[in-house]
C-alpha cells in the first residue's frame, strides 16, 4: 500500500527529514540495510519482500536501497547514513514477517554484528552483545526511549511492542553515550515504530500469522495500521506458547509468552503533532540454570511488563522540539525450586526528555537537550531503593563542503550512584568518491551498576547457603573509550561491501566473581566461610579490537530475486581481569551470521544462520562444556495461494538438530518444525 508524505495544509511537514527519494519508503515492504557489510566469509542475506499491492507486483519481488540514500533517526540530528560517520544497520518490519523467526529478539540474532546470546527458545530470554560487550553495555530503544531494565539488564530483550507495530528497526554499532546517556558502551538497539515515525503513512494494512508445531507449539501474531488525515492507529498482539522440549535433566523447556501493543497519533496542527502508546509483555518460562551452575536448580520464572511512552512533537522548516515521557514496570516472580521462597521484585523507570533542534542552514545544524530518569525497585531479596539521574547535552553536524561532514557534541551526566561524567563523541564521515565514503568516529562511554549487582541477597535472613550472585553497594562505574575507522563501498548496483576497525579500552569492568564467603562482609548478611560465592566486582580493565564486515547483495537473476547479506565480526579481547568472570568468558572470537532469501512467482525461500567461535569452557559444578563452535541454521518457505494475500507457510528451527547452549546448563532445543497460515492485506 502506498505512503503519502504529509500535506503541508494537513500535517507537520518535517523537511529536514523528507529527501523525496527515501523519506516515505514507498512500501511497507521495503528492507534498508546499512552499516558494516561482510566479507567474503558472509554466508546468508535479507529478505526484501515486494512492492505494495496497489502497484500490482508480486510479494516476492525484491528490493533494496542506496547506501547514500537512507535518513537514520537515532542520531538525534537525522542524517543520511553516509554522512553519519557511524556504523548503523537499518532493518524494516517485512523482515520480520518473512524470516523464519518468532519474535524480535530472535530476528536480532541473525543481524551482523549482533551477538544475541539466547537462554529458552522462542524469545524466553536473550541478551545482547555488540562488539565483545556484555549485555548491561546495549540500549533497548523504542521511539528513542529505553527499556533497560534498573533491576537487571536480562530483561532488555523482554520487548513491549508487537512486530506488527514496528516501521524499522536501527542499530548503531559502537558507543552513542552522546545521544542516549549511560549504558550505550557496545551500541543502541533503536525500534521505531509506525505511529511515532516521521516517514509518514496513509491507509490501512493488516497481516497475520498461525502456526502450529512441535510440542504442542502454537505461535501467532496479528496487527493493524488505518491513517487517515491527521489521525493514525496500530496495535498488534504476539503469542507463542508450548510445553517444551525435553531437558537432559527430565524438565521440559517450557514456555509462555504474549505481548498486546497499541498507539496512535494526532496531528493537532499544521506543526504539532502528539503520539501515545500503551504496552503489556508477559513471560513465563523454564528458568533451570538461566542464572545459577547448580545442579539443584529448577527454576521457573514469570515476567511482567508495562509501558506507557508519550511524544508531542513540533516541526517547521529550521526548528523542531520534541518532548518524550516514558514509564515501565517490571514485575518479576523467580522460583529456584519448589522448596525454595521466590523472590518478588518490582521495578520502574521513568524517563523525560526534550530535545530541540535548530537548523541553521544547509551546511549547519544543531541540537540541545536535557533529560531525566528515575530508577526504582521494591524486591524481596534486593530491598527498596530509588536513583535519579539527569543530563544535559549538546551536538552539531557540520558540512563545510559537500563531500566532508563532521558531527560531535558533549554530554554532562550526573548520577546519584557515581556522579558527574563528561561523555564527549565526534565522527567524520568523506565522500572519496561516488562508490567510496571513509569514515572515523571516537567516543566516551559509561555504565552504573545495576540493582542486582549493587544489592542482590543482601536482605536475606539466616545463613545463605548458595546464591546466584551477590550485590556489592560500593561498586564503581564502568568507564571505557571507543575508537572506529572504516569504509563503505558500492562494488556494483545492489553490491555494497563495508567494513569497520574498533577499539575499545575500558576500565573498573563489573562482573561476578566467585569468592569465599569469608571475604563478603555485608550488614545483615550471614554467609558459609569456606563457600564460594558469585561476588559483583570490579574485574580490572580490557582493551578489545575487532573488525566487523558485511557484504549485501541484491539481484534479479531472470525470474529470481536474490537477497544476501551476510556479517563476520573478529575479537581479540585483552584483559587484565582480577580473576575470571562469569560474563567476560562467553563473548565469541569470531561470529558470522545473516540471511539468504529467494523468491520465485508465488514462492519465498529463506534461511537464516549463525557460526560461532569461542573460548572451549568447562564448568565443574555442572560438569559440563561449552563447545568451542556451533552452527545453526533455520529455513522458511512461503507459498502464495490466494492473489498475494494468503500464504502457506512452514518453518524448520536448527536444521540439522545442533546441540548447543550460550551458557552453561542452558540447553537450547534441538530440530523444531512448525507450519501454518499467513495473510497480508
Known amino acids: 500500500m502506498k505512503q503519502n508524505r504529509f500535506q503541508k495544509n494537513k500535517m507537520v511537514k518535517f523537511r529536514q527529514w523528507s529527501n523525496k527519494s527515501y523519506a516515505v519508503f514507498n512500501s511497507l515492504h521495503r528492507i534498508v540495510k546499512i552499516c558494516t557489510l561482510a566479507m567474503a566469509y558472509s554466508i546468508i542475506a535479507s529478505p526484501v519482500q515486494g512492492q505494495s499491492k496497489s502497484e500490482g507486483t508480486d510479494t516476492t519481488t525484491l528490493k533494496t536501497m542506496e547506501l547514500d540514500e537512507v535518513t537514520v533517526q537515532s542520531t538525534l540530528i537525522e542524517l543520511k547514513s553516509a554522512e553519519t560517520g557511524r556504523s548503523i544497520d537499518v532493518i524494516s518490519s517485512a523482515q520480520l514477517q518473512s524470516l523464519p523467526v518468532t519474535s524480535i529478539d530472535e530476528l536480532l540474532r ?18 545482547f552483545s555488540l562488539r565483545g560487550s556484555n549485555f548491561n553495555q546495549v540500549l533497548v530503544l523504542i521511539d528513542g526511549q529505553k527499556i533497560n531494565d534498573p533491576l537487571t539488564a536480562h530483561f532488555n530483550s523482554n520487548i513491549p511492542i508487537s512486530p506488527s507495530e514496528i516501521e524499522r528497526i536501527e542499530v548503531i554499532h559502537g558507543p552513542a553515550s552522546l545521544e542516549y546517556g549511560p549504558d550505550a558502551t557496545g551500541g543502541v538497539i533503536n525500534i521505531i515504530t509506525k505511529t511515532f515515525s516521521k516517514n509518514q503513512q496513509q491507509g490501512t494494512n493488516a497481516d497475520a500469522k498461525l502456526a502450529y508445531g512441535q510440542y504442542h507449539l502454537v505461535s501467532s501474531n496479528a496487527g493493524a495500521f488505518y491513517g487517515a488525515n491527521k489521525f493514525r492507529i496500530s496495535g498488534g498482539v504476539l503469542y507463542n506458547k508450548s510445553d517444551g522440549n525435553p531437558l537432559p535433566s527430565g524438565l521440559k523447556g517450557f514456555f509462555d509468552i504474549r505481548d498486546v501493543s497499541v498507539s496512535g497519533q494526532y496531528q493537532i496542527s499544521n506543526n504539532w503533532a502528539a503520539s501515545y502508546r500503551y504496552a503489556d509483555d508477559y513471560r513465563y518460562f523454564n528458568a533451570k540454570n538461566f542464572y545459577t551452575d547448580y545442579l539443584s536448580d529448577a527454576a521457573v520464572e514469570r515476567v511482567k511488563r508495562q509501558r506507557h511512552q508519550f511524544q508531542l512533537l513540533h516541526a517547521d522548516e529550521s526548528y523542531s522540539t520534541k518532548i518524550l515521557a516514558s514509564y515501565i514496570n517490571t514485575n518479576d516472580y523467580y522460583l529456584f525450586s519448589p522448596a525454595s521462597k521466590p523472590n518478588d521484585n518490582s521495578s520502574g523507570d521513568l524517563n523525560f526528555q526534550i530535545l530541540q533542534q535548530l537548523k541553521v542552514n544547509s551546511k549547519f545544524t544543531s541540537t540541545f537537550g536535557t533529560a531525566f530518569d528515575r530508577r526504582t525497585v521494591v524486591s524481596s531479596n534486593r530491598g527498596n531503593h530509588a536513583v535519579n ?16 561532514v563532521f558531527n560531535g557534541g558533549l554530554r554532562e551526566d550526573f548520577d546519584q550512584n557515581y556522579g558527574h561524567y563528561l561523555l564527549p563523541q565526534v565522527s567524520i564521515s568523506y565522500k572519496i568518491a561516488n562508490p567510496l565514503i571513509v569514515r572515523a568516529a571516537w567516543g566516551r562511554s559509561v555504565r552504573a551498576a545495576d540493582f542486582t549487582e549493587n544489592y542482590n541477597d543482601n536482605y536475606h535472613s539466616g545463613t545463605l547457603v548458595f546464591s546466584p550472585a551477590i550485590g556489592n553497594r560500593d561498586l564503581l562505574p564502568e568507564k571505557s573509550w571507543s575508537t572506529e575507522l572504516g569504509f563503505d563501498v558500492k562494488i556494483a548496483q545492489g553490491f555494497t561491501f563495508n567494513t569497520t576497525y574498533f577499539n575499545r579500552m575500558a576500565t573498573d569492568n563489573i562482573d561476578y566473581i566467585k569468592v569465599p564467603g569469608s571475604q563478603i562482609l555485608i550488614d545483615g548478611l ?11 566486582q570490579n574485574n580490572g580493565k580490557s582493551n578489545t579490537n575487532g573488525v566487523e564486515s558485511r557484504i549485501m547483495l541484491n539481484r534479479q537473476i531472470e525470474a529470481v530475486n536474490i537477497n544476501f547479506i551476510g556479517g563476520y565480526i573478529f575479537l581479540l579481547v585483552d584483559t587484565n581481569n582480577i580473576k575470571p568472570g562469569r560474563y567476560a568468558i562467553l563473548q565469541p572470537k569470531q561470529l558470522i551470521n545473516g540471511n539468504l532469501s529467494l523468491g520465485y512467482g508465488p514462492v519465498l525461500w529463506t534461511v537464516d544462520g549463525l557460526y560461532k567461535v569461542r573460548n572451549k569452557l568447562y564448568d565443574a559444578s555442572l560438569n559440563t562444556n561449552l563447545i568451542s563452535a556451533y552452527t545453526v541454521w533455520n529455513t522458511n518457505v512461503d507459498v502464495a495461494f490466494y492473489k498475494n494475500i494468503g500464504y502457506l507457510s512452514i518453518s524448520v528451527y536448527n536444521v540439522f538438530n545442533k546441540k548447543y547452549s550460550d551458557f552453561f546448563g542452558a540447553e537450547m532445543p534441538g530440530r523444531w518444525i512448525a507450519g501454518g497460515l499467513k495473510f497480508k492485506i
Open 110 to 127: 541473525y543481524i551482523p554484528g549482533i551477538d544475541a546470546q539466547q537462554r529458552g527458545a522462542f524469545g524466553a530470554q536473550t541478551d
Open 389 to 404: 539521574h539527569a543530563a544535559i547535552y549538546g551536538t552539531f553536524s557540520a558540512k563545510p563542503i559537500e563531500q566532508l
Open 526 to 536: 550471614t554467609l558459609l566461610p569456606a563457600a564460594l560465592y558469585p561476588y559483583a
